[in-house]
């Protein structure tokens, strides 16, 4: 045999899965091999670069590239990097050379400025190898270093294929991107064995760090999905709507217009107590199919996510009056401030809808840090230099117009619907709290209720838009079916000769969940 076919007889002994006898089980659970998965997410006539393929491979165990494939390919045409846990090669655990491996690519990522993706599939740390692995300065720890060092400079996806126990829970924590795929991802500290010996609780994997849990509660996943591919296309798309690192700007398409529906002034009832589903509104703002929902099943009474208007990506934070009234909670106020970083980091332009009578108040929400939380968000508007659009389109109550970048936020526009209605407070409450003793006195209820509505009547005329917008206390009053154009408009001009390295040496951003 010619030493050229010995070199390609080894190759196609590591990249295969056919001698993997573990990889059987795998398969059954809904799992592909590794290298599929990264075959099926990289474009066709892609170019892949890969180093350390035969890393151990004179180990006298079997361990392909020990364990993790590393490597840099093509997606929508453009380089991003791979970092992919093998589930067939002792379950995936980082020994000394899986540590070097992600190390060196987070490093190639870092100089090359391209997008860094994580498919996580590892029961962790090799205990066998700790001393190895655990202390020193190029060891396991340094791959969380780097990970925390490149937030908001390149963008980082983690897909979470299986297990991401104990220390390496805190890789997709500090990535901007958290995909789960249902029934098998998991993300714990500690397993549920490991948390009945040390404190005595019984719990499933699934409450303790499984997909469903993360999505809907803890919020650490971003986007939960049913299959594999579901996982790998959602980072092709997400990559859509991301420039390749944080001194670029994500490139312009053709724009597709709205599939035609109901007309916007049709959406959004002009009774402010009548619940409003904003997903039609966005539908009809937005180019065709382009909304890209971030965060879907967690803190539904606010919605972000990214989508294109006139070919323009932008991201977009809207409260959702369907859920919850709209109300701002502890966790809807993080997640807006999650995304808004998002944003910014990568000179994505905002858009704010905004229908909410203020944020939640009562023990329970103090307990679990509303005005921290709260104060984080206002921080993040207050800080975000990309573009900002604030459109009232129908409450704006207290400090719930203030977070949804209203005026005194400085956004690029403060506009609104006819519909609008921003003030300290609801016309209910505001009677209630200026004329409560009044009221009181009243004996008589139908004479009680007659004052209270005529005192709703004057309160309702002091606060609609006109009021506003003859003060020039917002900029705009936007017929709905011209709204979708001037947004446009003002994008285009806003964006134009916009200097993303303005404040080189604050513009920083760091992604934060938490």
Request: charged residues 25%; neutral net charge; hydrophobic residues 40%.
């Amino acid at each position: 045999m010619g030493i050229d076919a010995e070199v390609y007889e080894k190759i196609a002994e590591l990249k295969t899965s056919d001698n993997r006898s573990y990889y059987k089980k795998l398969k059954e659970a809904g799992k592909m091999f590794v290298r599929d998965r990264i075959k099926y997410l990289i474009d066709e006539d892609s170019f892949e670069i890969e180093d350390g393929l035969f890393a151990r491979v004179k180990e006298e165990d079997f361990l392909p590239s020990d364990a993790v494939v590393t490597l840099v390919a093509k997606i929508n045409g453009k380089p991003v990097a791979i970092i992919a846990n093998d589930m067939t090669v002792k379950a995936g655990t980082w020994g000394i050379k899986t540590i070097e491996k992600i190390m060196r690519m987070q490093e190639l990522a870092s100089r090359r400025k391209i997008p860094l993706i994580y498919m996580i599939d590892s029961a962790g740390a090799r205990l066998n190898e700790q001393f190895d692995t655990f202390i020193d300065r190029r060891h396991a720890g340094n791959i969380f270093y780097n990970t925390a060092r490149l937030s908001g400079k390149i963008p980082q996806i983690a897909l979470v294929f299986g297990p991401s126990p104990a220390g390496s829970a805190y890789l997709p924590a500090l990535c901007d991107f958290v995909v789960m795929v249902d029934k098998n991802a998991s993300v714990y500290l500690g397993s549920p064995r490991m948390a009945e010996m040390a404190t005595g609780e019984k719990v499933s994997m699934e409450d303790m760090g499984g997909a469903r849990m993360h999505n809907t509660v803890s919020g650490l996943g971003d986007k939960l999905v049913e299959t594999e591919k579901e996982a790998l296309d959602a980072a092709k798309k997400y990559l859509n709507y991301m420039p390749q690192n944080w001194e670029e700007k994500v490139p312009l398409i053709e724009p597709i217009e709205p599939v035609v529906g109901k007309k916007i002034e049709d959406l959004v009832p002009s009774n402010q107590r009548v619940p409003m589903d904003m997903y039609p509104v966005i539908e009809q703002l937005v180019d065709k199919d382009s909304f890209f929902e971030f965060k879907k099943e967690y803190a539904k009474e606010i919605i972000t996510g990214f989508s294109r208007i006139g070919g323009r990506a932008i991201g977009i934070v809207a409260n959702q009056a369907k859920i919850k009234g709209g109300v701002l909670f502890p966790e809807s106020a993080e997640k807006a401030a999650h995304f808004i970083s998002l944003c910014d980091a990568y000179n994505i332009p905002l858009l704010f809808l905004v229908d909410l009578p203020g944020f939640m108040v009562g023990s329970t929400v103090e307990k679990k840090a509303i005005i921290r939380r709260g104060a984080r968000m206002l921080s993040t508007v207050a800080n975000a230099t990309v573009p900002r659009i604030s459109v009232i389109v129908r409450k704006a109550y207290g400090a719930g117009y203030v977070v949804m970048s209203g005026a005194s936020m400085q956004p690029d526009a403060c506009i609104a619907l006819p519909q609008a209605q921003p003030a300290v407070m609801g016309p209910e409450a505001a009677v209630n709290a200026m004329y409560f003793n009044k009221i009181q006195a009243i004996e008589d209820p139908e004479e009680r209720q007659q004052y209270i509505n005529e005192q709703r009547e004057k309160y309702n005329d002091d606060i609609n838009v006109w009021s506003a917008a003859s003060q020039l206390y917002i900029d705009d009053v936007v017929p709905g079916d011209r709204l979708r154009k001037d947004l446009i408009s003002r994008f285009e001009l806003y964006c134009a000769n916009r200097d993303i390295l303005e404040n080189i040496s604050t513009k920083k951003t760091v992604i934060r969940r938490g």
